[in-house]
């Protein structure tokens, strides 16, 4: 989309990613309304907002994607021309306990909002010219990949790693082309909605990108997710629990990175297409717990890796993809998107944010933000 649309609608806003999307739409589009829908599920915090609540482009809807009547209610009340759908059930475990939940949220959550969305533009006389409809997605859709290739070269896994360092070392990554194979119960729910946002672009030419990205951390971030979870039982003096034997990689971004590449692909990207944003930053998870550590002992002032001892092998995630590595150079390529930040100064800034607001720590983990908002939006 060239022009910024005047209405957005942007789902899951008061979760980790979508409050970040959140707040850089509000700042810099303010000739826009952008119009938070969120359930406020366990990883729903308006807390997130906090500074930009009273903007006046600024607007909040306390409600389930799975609704399409209130999806419907709310597209049309406001005008929309633009979704960017962040609203998901996000986390794997939670997805073995319970998977009924994920296919609830992501996979009929997301088609309610397609068909609202879709009844919507073509009930107006341009139809689906100027709209879009961008669903954010995940990297675990196409499976996982191995530590080596088949000559038993490994990955580079280290910050300086780059596409032409994995190309070197004849290891793969996933690219938009490869092949969807989802094992969790979340990914296999994820990988159902992107292909019914596609068939919606394909049989009704609604207009719709998908994106799929890596792992993301910084501030906000539900401490339930690796990085926020050991960082804040660091603080606490509390066991880190380490899945198998820690040897599993990720690829990690910083969440503002996210949230930049976000706006340049709703702005700049091709409709029906698809983009990978990843910034060739793998880490073998030990590695990834003993950068932490060092950093949380350091700004603690405790002696660095004294920390290490907290560390705690425990069973295996059931089906743990072994490594995830994102080849983002179409996005590179096409739209000359790159991440700003090293993962050290990314690490550095999201202890500190930690450290400075255990306040909201404290809130999430005892579930007091949970009774407050219950007060303020009735039953959850
Ligand atoms: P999150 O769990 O922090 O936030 C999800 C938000 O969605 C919460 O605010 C929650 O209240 C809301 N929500 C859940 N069910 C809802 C429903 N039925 N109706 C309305 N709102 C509902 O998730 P996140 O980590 O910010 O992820 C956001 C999106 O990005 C998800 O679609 C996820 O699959 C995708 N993603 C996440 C990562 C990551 O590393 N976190 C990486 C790639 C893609
Ligand atoms: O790749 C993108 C995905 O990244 C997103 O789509 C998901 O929404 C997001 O949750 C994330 O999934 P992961 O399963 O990779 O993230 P998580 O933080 O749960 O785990 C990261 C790695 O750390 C993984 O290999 C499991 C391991 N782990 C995790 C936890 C919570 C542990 O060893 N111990 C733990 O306590």
Redesign the pocket.
Known sequence: MSDTPKNIMI??G?????SHVVRLFVTKYPESTIVN?????Y??NLANLKDIENASNYKFYK????DIDEMRKIISENKITGVIH??????VDRSIKDPFTFAR?NVM?TLSLLQAAKEYWESLPDKFENKLFYH????EVYGALELTNPEGVKAPFTTKASASDHTAFGVDFFTEETKYNPHSPYSAS?ASSDHFVRAYHDTYGLPTIVTN????YGPY??PE?LIPLFINNIMQNRPLPVYGKGENVRDWLFVEDHARAIDLIFHKGKPGDTYNIGGFNEWKNIDLIKVLIRTVDRLTGKPEGSSEHLITYVTDRLGHDMRYAIDSRKLQSELGWEPSLQFEEGIEKTVKWYLDNKEWVDNVTSGDYEKYYDKMYGDR
């Open positions: 789902t899951g008061a979760g980790f990613i979508g829908v969120d359930k406020l599920t990883a729903g409600a389930d994607i799975a962040l609203a998901a059930e996000s986390h949220t959550g954010i997605s995940t990297d994820k990205c890596s792992n993301n971030q539900f997710k």
